[in-house]
Nanobody, 126 residues
Framework: QVQLVESGGGLVQAGGSLRLSCAAS????????MAWFRQAPGKEREFVAA????????IYADSVKGRFTISRDNAKNTVDLQMNSLVPDDTAVYYC???????????????????WGQGTQVTVSS
């Protein structure tokens, strides 16, 4: 089992930056693949980025590639999402997720993840 708590959300102007953090607890954290999703009102939950359990591999949605960076520190049990050059379309609730099994076929699907945080609101004004 792993518990996830997000922090770092807030209100920022377009072009600004935010850094989201996900604090995880659980003795098997190192074995989990981690991801960030987001969900805007009236839209489906959208994949943002993922990092393998080793931290050596990362995947990004096309919409955030080049602007967002996902990283993990297994010693600290944290997963971060650095968000730069924010635009209004980035406005959403951002969720941290953990999966015990990695799949190249399902990594972008919310159903593939076993554990979720409660989310943190990110609002970008134009």
């Amino acid at each position: 089992q792993v518990q996830l708590v997000e922090s770092g959300g807030g209100l920022v102007q377009a072009g600004g930056s935010l850094r989201l953090s996900c604090a995880a607890s659980g003795r098997t954290f190192d074995n989990y693949n981690m991801a960030w999703f987001r969900q805007a009102p009236g839209k489906e939950r959208e994949f943002v980025a993922a990092v393998r359990e080793s931290g050596s591999g990362t995947i990004y949605a096309d919409s955030v590639k080049g602007r967002f960076t996902i990283s993990r520190d297994n010693a600290k049990n944290t997963v971060d999402l650095q968000m730069n050059s924010l635009v209004p379309d980035d406005t959403a609730v951002y969720y941290c997720a953990a999966a015990s099994v990695w799949s190249y076929f399902t990594y972008a699907s919310p159903a593939a993840y076993n554990y979720w945080g409660q989310g943190t609101q990110v609002t970008v004004s134009s």
